[in-house]
């Protein structure tokens, strides 16, 4: 099997497909309204001081694992590991499939809203107004399933292509379309009268406003952003050609991530500030706080539509990623052929997304006090750093100064970091993480 391997096409192909991984709903839905909610700047130095020591290493850990091994999660942690560690490959492919589930119903969420620009429905100068539509909406049952199982759809089918020919393909159309469709955005929401009080709150630190949930909140979105500890970067990682240098493409990635979550923050903050909206609404920043602003901006319903495309597009390349992970595994691991391992994740996802969708309202789908979607992410919140701190430790101490051999190409490809990046997987990261995950507990 690993002979036969399907390989990316060029380096630019997988970095678009890695940063496609990575760049999703986290940071275009996710990282504004945290950024609000947590005193703007303050948050924002936080954030990005927390993707340089966690993110940029872990991200090269799974690299560095999926390279060494040509396999999927487990296949990489059963070949480089043995004993217990292919648990931690089962963790990640099990924790992806769940976020997939209620990934896609958020996602449907954002083609509604396309359609909803459209048609000038959203266009309501009352955040009530909106509010009471979208909790209408999300409560009604058939719409919103049959909108998640489109898009559902659209994932599988990116995915039977193949990594050259549906990954790599759409990565390289799909990326650039975001970054242009983010500079319009951009370009108009701080060109609008008061956007400058947005982007002083989100470049001027308060540190008054920092607490340890502050802290906490940070590390975790500097996490779920570059989507580690769910085997994604494991699995693309599977498909890199041996000459390829992981450090410097692990940086790109980092870098495209963290690039579009910070563009992200230009694009919402100043718009919500120049409508004197509040910045800390929450998850309803994006589906509630956002069409007040589009419905009173000129062409309002033009740039509505354009943003709710951008969610969708991010939505998209992160979506694959999760699915790939899936069909990876059980192509490696069982006789199924591509088509077939698709095509059957895709339903079962799908069918575990039902639920999260009809908890929004039409059903009360209920899990620890929590509704389905909403138990389904906190889950998930605390598997996603057990995950990356399992690949620390592995890659860190079982692995230890092979780890360098093996993200060096035994000494052909330099990497004058490479003890720094080890005692960060070996004390500073593990350390990070579980400071997020006992915050989390207690």
Same mark, same amino acid.
């Given at each position: ?60 850990? !799974? ?104 990954? !790599? ?63 994604? #970067? ?98 490696? !691991? ?55 701190? #399992? ?18 190409? !035994? ?25 997020? #995950? ?5």
């Amino acid at each position: 099997m690993a002979a036969a391997r399907e390989h990316w096409g060029s380096r630019f192909g997988f970095i678009m497909a890695a940063a496609g991984s990575a760049v999703g709903l986290g940071n275009i839905w996710k990282f504004p309204y945290e950024t609000g909610a947590n005193g703007g700047g303050a948050f924002l130095l936080l954030y990005l001081l927390f993707i340089v020591i966690f993110g940029a290493s872990l991200i090269l850990a !799974e690299m560095v694992l999926g390279r060494a091994s040509g396999r999927n999660p487990v296949g990489a942690f059963r070949l480089l590991g043995g004993g217990a560690w292919p648990g931690v490959g089962y963790l990640g492919v099990f924790t992806g499939f769940v976020i997939l589930s209620f990934y896609i119903v958020i996602a449907g969420w954002t083609v509604a809203y396309m359609g909803f620009m459209l048609d000038g429905s959203l266009m309501s100068s009352t955040p009530e107004a909106i509010g009471a539509q979208f909790g209408g909406f999300i409560s009604g049952g058939v719409t919103p399933v049959v909108l998640a199982g489109l898009f559902m759809a659209a994932t599988v089918a990116v995915v039977l292509g193949g990594i050259g020919k549906g990954i !790599e393909r759409a990565s390289k159309l799909l990326m650039p379309v975001l970054f242009v469709l983010l500079l319009v955005l951009i370009a108009r929401a701080v060109s609008l009268p008061g956007a400058g009080e947005g982007i002083r709150f989100f470049l001027v630190p308060d540190w008054s406003k920092v607490t340890g949930a502050t802290v906490t909140s940070a590390i975790g979105q500097a996490f779920f952003s570059l989507s580690l500890g769910m085997g994604a #970067l494991i699995t693309y990682g599977s498909y890199l050609p041996k000459s390829t240098p992981m450090p410097g493409s692990a940086a790109i990635i980092v870098g495209l991530d963290t690039m579009v979550a910070v563009l992200a923050g230009f694009m919402i903050l100043p718009a919500v500030f120049a409508y004197s909206l509040d910045p800390a609404a929450g998850p309803g920043l994006t589906f509630v706080t956002l069409p007040v602003v589009f419905s009173q901006m000129p062409a309002g319903t033009v740039f509505g539509f354009v943003f709710f495309a951008l969610l969708f597009v991010a939505a998209l390349t992160s979506a694959v990623s999760l699915l790939e992970v899936v069909v990876t595994y059980l192509v490696d !691991e069982t006789p199924l052929t591509r088509r077939q391992a698709a095509l059957g994740a895709g339903l079962v996802c799908f069918g575990l997304g039902v639920p999260s969708s009809l908890s929004q309202g039409a059903v009360d789908i209920q899990v620890f006090g929590m509704d389905f979607l909403s138990a389904a992410a906190a889950l998930t919140d605390l598997l996603l750093p057990i995950g990356g701190l #399992l690949t620390a430790l592995f890659v860190g101490w079982k692995l230890g100064p092979k780890a360098l051999a093996l993200v060096t190409d !035994e000494g052909r490809q330099a990497f004058p970091l490479a003890r720094v990046w080890l005692f960060i997987l070996r004390f500073v990261a593990p350390i990070g993480i579980a400071y997020v #995950l006992i915050s989390g507990l207690i």
